[in-house]
């Protein structure tokens, strides 16, 4: 029973280049969230999953997107990184009033 | 003005002090109070949920005020284990199951 993992651990991209991180859960899990963490900011949300094909926007959903074709997987993809999103990103699951569950999270550098 | 603002230190303390941190909520329809902890570089794990009533869990105890919109955690008898930063967090109404996150408070525990 791993939890929740996240792929890749760190990663540093140029301006331009594009990426997906994963999320993946083995814990049934319907609710799934990704986070930006930055120094003087705390978690912000930028997307977020109620169930299998469905993904809402969250706080800060400007350059990013999501997808959640699998109930155990959720993706974070940028289409052209930017450094403003150089970040920790912390993914999340949740099971109804439950309490959140978190990923390792991935630190991501853009140059 | 933030939804979940937090005090965000450090606090410095000597080991076996008391510290106790607060926090303040704009949304009085806020449903769901919890305190998670995260250590540095590592992702927030649940600490504690906040009741209305009060709760305590060993050395930490936990309070909620509705009407002043405020939630306070106190650790008694400090150990430098507990130096962490934590994390105010609150179960806003709209949208459901999203939880918003306060910037953290650091703790610092000193021998």
């Keep these: 029973n791993a939890g929740v993992t996240q792929t890749p651990k760190f990663r540093v991209l140029k301006t331009g280049q594009s990426m997906t991180l994963l ?4 814990m049934n899990h319907e609710y799934m969230y990704w986070y930006r963490q930055d120094p003087g900011m705390g978690l912000r949300l930028i997307h977020y999953s109620v169930g299998e094909g469905t993904t809402a926007k969250g706080e800060v959903p400007d350059g990013y997107n999501v ?3 699998k109930k155990q997987n959720f ?12 970040s920790v990103y912390f ?21 | 003005r933030k939804e979940v603002e937090q005090d965000p230190g450090p606090f410095n303390v000597p080991e076996g002090a008391t510290v106790a941190f607060n926090c303040t909520y704009s949304n009085s329809a806020s449903q769901s109070f919890f305190w998670y ?5 590592k992702e927030p794990k649940l600490l504690m949920s906040v009741y209305s009533s009060g709760n305590e869990d060993g050395r930490f ?27 105010c967090v609150v179960n806003i109404v709209n949208p459901p199951n999203m939880l918003t996150f306060g910037g953290g408070t650091r703790l610092m525990v000193k021998p």
């Design chain 1, 23 to 26: 999320c993946a859960q083995d």
């Design chain 1, 67 to 69: 997808s959640r074709l």
């Design chain 1, 75 to 86: 993706l974070l993809g940028l289409e052209s990184a930017a450094p403003s999103q150089t």
């Design chain 1, 91 to 111: 993914c999340a699951t949740r099971y109804r009033e439950e309490t959140q569950y978190f990923g390792p999270g991935t630190r991501l550098l853009v140059l």
């Design chain 2, 37 to 41: 902890r995260q250590d540095c570089r």
């Design chain 2, 61 to 87: 105890t936990a309070q909620l005020n509705r009407a002043s919109q405020y939630i306070s955690l106190l650790i008694r008898d400090s150990k430098l284990s507990d130096s962490a930063t934590y994390l």
